[in-house]
């Protein structure tokens, strides 16, 4: 361990790592409060999770469910474009990893502000790759959540069994919410990865991009015009 500590500051200064607590404080921390608000103050996802409950409520009600499924396949394919942008951007990320001493050659020809090691750029490159590697599992999982939900919405019964009908709604309900919860998960993972790209321009500039990212989500999650949108004729 007293090895590790010795050789940490070789590549990482103090204020590198008092960005990357802030940094992970912050993503860890808005997860928390997002997904487990206050009754009284529900963030957006938790609005959106209470009407996707009353989608699948009404399924059962309907003759027809092929509105249900078009809406299905499209949350489908949102999750598969995003999945597929944080293939590109994993694939971005590798080459930039095995080109990382001639982007040190060309930075330094530009400026001297910026951390010229090579090893240096390399582990802000991992970090990165290690960020878009978690958007795209979140997302491939929930395309893969939806596509439960599809079966399940299929299988609802259509003999007028309210107890069925309750336990098939409660469980397409369930499983929407969770793909839901991991498509949010994935999309804040994206907005976080951006944000860790400033680390880049040194540990300052990764501190005010999380700030920055963090502040944005929390007042889209809680203080947005489409929240309140949300809350029109809700019952507290």
């Known amino acids: 361990m007293d090895r590790f500590a010795d050789t940490l500051p070789a590549f990482l200064t103090g204020t590198d790592l008092a960005a990357l607590v802030i940094f992970l404080v912050c993503s860890l921390a808005l997860t928390r409060i997002i997904e487990h608000p206050s009754p009284q103050r529900p963030s957006t ?4 999770a209470e009407y996707r409950l009353q989608w699948m409520q009404e399924i059962p009600k309907r003759e027809t469910r092929v509105v249900d499924a078009s809406l299905l396949g499209s949350l489908r394919n949102g999750a598969a474009f995003f999945a597929s942008g944080a293939i590109v951007a994993i694939g971005g990320i590798f080459a ?8 040190v050659n060309v930075a330094s020809d530009i400026t001297t502000e910026i951390e010229l090691r090579s090893e240096v750029w390399e582990l802000k490159l991992l970090f990165l790759l290690l960020l878009a590697v978690n958007a795209f599992l979140r997302f491939v999982w929930s395309h893969r959540l939806f596509g439960y939900c599809s079966v399940l ?3 609802m019964p259509e003999d ?4 069925k009908t309750r336990i098939a709604v409660e469980r397409a309900a369930s499983i929407n919410v969770s793909a ?4 949010n998960r994935g ?5 976080f990865a951006i944000a860790a790209l400033a680390w880049l321009f040194g540990p300052v500039a990764l501190i005010v991009a999380t700030l920055a990212t963090a502040a944005m989500i929390y007042r889209r999650e809680f203080l947005s015009d489409s929240r309140k949108a949300l809350l029109v004729g809700r019952k507290p």
């Open 160 to 163: 007028g069994d309210v107890e």
């Open 153 to 155: 919405v299929g299988a």
């Open 180 to 183: 839901e919860r991991s498509f």
């Open 187 to 191: 999309i804040r993972g994206l907005y």
């Open 96 to 103: 930039a990893l095995g080109q990382a001493e001639r982007i």
């Open 45 to 48: 996802v938790q609005l959106m």
